[in-house]
Structures are given as C-alpha cells and as structure tokens.
C-alpha cells in the first residue's frame, strides 16, 4: 500500500492567511492526488483532483501542485468557511489511500 | 439534483451483520463506478471498497476483504454493502462516493465527486 503523509497534522491561522499544507507520498504516484476538505459532521468535499486540476463550483482560492512525491495544497487568503479538515488521497494504486489529514484551525 | 443517500446503518453485536444501502439520484448511475468510504470515530478517511459500473470488477481494503460484500443494482440505482463478521474496529460513518475520471492520452485520474452524508455503524455488546 502507498502511504500518504500529511503536514502539518494541525494548523492555526487567521482570516486573510495564505496557507500551504503538503502531502508526501511513500513513493512516486505521477500526479494521481486528489485533496478533500471535510467539515465536522459532514462528508468530504472535493477540492482538487489530478493534483492542480480545481473541481467544478470550489472557489480559486485553492489550488494544488507538485507530481511524483510531494504535493502542496494552498489556500491563497483563508476564509472564515475554510476551516476544516483537509485530507489528501492517491488514485494511483489500489487501495486509494488517504493522508492522515490536517486540521486548520481559526487562531 | 445529483445526489447519494446512504441507510441502514446501526448498532449491531460483534460478529453480527449488516447491509448497508445507497440510493443514488440525478445522474446516471449505470456510467459511475463507486466506492464505499469509512471514518471510525475522531479519525480519518478509509477507502473500503470499490465496484465498476457494471459490478464486474470489485476491490477491497485488507482490513474488510474476506468479510465484507460490496455490489449494485442498476436497475435500482442502488449500491450496497453487505458487512459480516463484524468488529468492534468497524464502528464508523460509512460513506458511499460516485467515482468520477478524467481521461488524457496516458492517464486515467480518479477521483470521488459525490458523496453521500453517511450511515452510522456501531459494533458493541
């Protein structure tokens, strides 16, 4: 199994941020990344597949990057509603596994 | 409007049974493969299983393989889960998601577009 390892595991931040979050993954999986915001009490939503590819109706605040190993996902000026948890996920080999994910927090 | 909705969740006795449903609405759900996803209490995400559109091909996580069923029914727009052999390690929200793909030249990205809220499963005496 391929894993996913998340940093930081927890992050403070304000209204305005830009934030980076990484993603490393135990070995090269091309650009088969996907990143998912998930709200307490709520299923996850998806932010970002193909690493840098932004789903349909997610605001352009967001973005990814990176290929083979190691992947960023940035929020570009934080938002009251962006803080949740955000979890990363390979689609390169079965099983798809996630990133232990990463709690933004309000400072 | 697109839309999953799971059922069937609930609290069942360690080496007891259940079958989770997944009514699906406002796409066609004979085109879409699909996953069943899991959250054990405070942690993260499981990928659990998976099924093509047509139910021919089906994956499992290690930890359920052997243990759990997944299948559908098109013809109902339904996914399920049937779970056996339950362990108290299974007490989760179970998610299902629609599996969407983008196609390049080379490449085929997978990725989960629609989920459903989740059904509550707790195993415990």
């Known amino acids: 199994d391929i894993q996913m390892t998340q940093s930081p595991s927890s992050l403070s931040a304000s209204v305005g941020d830009r934030v980076t979050i990484t993603c490393r993954a135990g070995?090269?999986?091309?650009?088969?990344l996907n990143w998912y915001q998930q709200k307490p009490g709520k299923a996850p939503k998806l932010l970002i597949y193909?690493?840098?590819s932004l789903q349909s109706g997610v605001p352009s605040r967001f973005s990814g990057s990176g290929s083979g190993t190691d992947f960023t996902l940035t929020i570009s000026s934080l938002q009251p509603e962006d803080f949740a948890t955000y979890y990363c996920?390979?689609?390169?080999?079965?099983?798809?596994?996630f990133g232990q994910g990463t709690k933004l927090e309000i400072k | 409007e697109v839309q999953l909705v799971e059922s069937g969740g609930g609290l069942v006795q360690p080496g007891g049974s259940l079958r989770l449903s997944c009514a699906a609405s406002?796409?066609?759900?004979?085109?879409?493969?699909m996953n069943w996803v899991r959250q054990a209490p405070g942690k993260g995400l499981e990928w659990v299983s998976y099924?093509?559109?047509?139910?021919?091909?089906?994956y499992y996580a290690d930890s359920v393989k052997g243990r759990f069923t997944i299948s559908r029914d098109n013809a109902k727009n339904s996914l399920y889960l049937q779970m056996n052999s339950l362990r108290a390690e299974d007490t989760a929200v179970y998610y299902c998601?629609?599996?969407?793909?983008?196609?390049?030249?080379?490449?085929?990205?997978?990725?989960?577009?629609?989920w459903g809220k989740g059904t509550t499963v707790t195993v415990s005496s």
């Open positions: 998601a629609r599996v969407g793909v983008v196609i390049t030249t080379y490449s085929y990205y997978y990725y989960m577009d629609v």
């Open positions: 406002g796409f066609t759900f004979s085109s879409y493969e």
């Open positions: 099924i093509s559109s047509s139910g021919s091909t089906i």
């Open positions: 070995q090269s999986i091309s650009s088969y």
């Open positions: 193909a690493a840098s």
């Open positions: 996920q390979q689609s390169y080999s079965t099983p798809h596994t």
